[in-house]
């Protein structure tokens, strides 16, 4: 056996000790950012609809705020891929060939998280128990020489097993799926509103296209249960979420 096998193989000794969970979550991110991974995603999930039970991640909060409120979920290649039983796959500047789309969505997909530094994603699943559950693993890291199949599948099916969900939204690498506030961006969105700019305007100065920036302002709306846009600023003013 090769000597990232044994690695691997301590690994998952020092993960079965007793440690807590948000300290299995700790351990399990900074033994892959020694091995040179950029990021770490743990999620469970039903894979005939694709519900999310809990999501644990180390993507900076921004993108995936923006992951969120733009809905890039419903056409996430490697969420797509798990729905047709792949349980590997490599997904490259936002794309996975064969399943990418080339819907304008999927472009601005691609986009935004090869923008945020996540060129190489490698994503392992895995049947979690007999109810159709599994837990999905991926692997963020930067163009070059990935770590040998093998010893990656291992890795992340010790990652799948050892990780359980965040006790509460504070807990390390819970994601914004647990969380109901405005996010960064829809505050963006409505400081920009609220300077008397229009949509296009909006997108022009975020770099995103017109129609996300309706998805924030409706996204925002809900939030707030507000029925117009100016009763959304005001209330987001008032609740202390957003400051001018």
Not at 157 to 182: Q, W
Request: hydrophobic share 40%; glycine share 8%.
């Amino acid at each position: 056996m090769n000597k990232s096998l044994n690695d691997i193989i301590d690994i998952s000794v020092v993960l079965d000790s007793n440690l807590t969970a948000d300290e299995v979550w700790t351990t399990s991110l900074a033994v892959t950012q020694t091995m040179g991974f950029t990021a770490l995603n743990v999620v469970s999930f039903a894979q005939d609809n694709l519900r999310i039970d809990w999501f644990r991640s180390s993507m900076k909060t921004a993108w995936l705020e923006d992951y969120i409120a733009q809905d890039f979920m419903s056409i996430d290649p490697l969420l797509l891929g798990s729905t047709r039983g792949k349980s590997g796959m490599r997904m490259t500047n936002g794309r996975v060939r064969g399943i990418s789309d080339p819907s304008d969505q999927s472009g601005d997909y691609a986009d935004q998280i090869v923008d945020w530094g996540y060129d190489v994603v490698d994503y392992h699943s895995f049947r979690d128990n007999a109810l159709g559950q599994f837990r999905g693993v991926t692997l963020g890291r930067q163009q070059g020489e990935p770590m040998p199949d093998e010893s990656q599948r291992l890795l992340c099916a010790i990652l799948a097993t050892a990780n359980v969900a965040p006790a509460t939204r504070d807990s390390p690498g819970a994601t914004p799926l647990m969380r109901h506030g405005l996010t960064v961006r829809e505050r963006d969105v409505l400081r920009y509103l609220a300077s008397g700019l229009r949509n296009d305007e909006i997108a022009w100065r975020l770099k995103i296209a017109e129609v996300t920036v309706r998805a924030h302002m409706t996204s925002a709306r809900r939030k707030m249960g507000a029925a117009t846009r100016e009763e959304t600023l005001a209330k987001a003013i008032r609740s202390g979420q957003l400051g001018l």
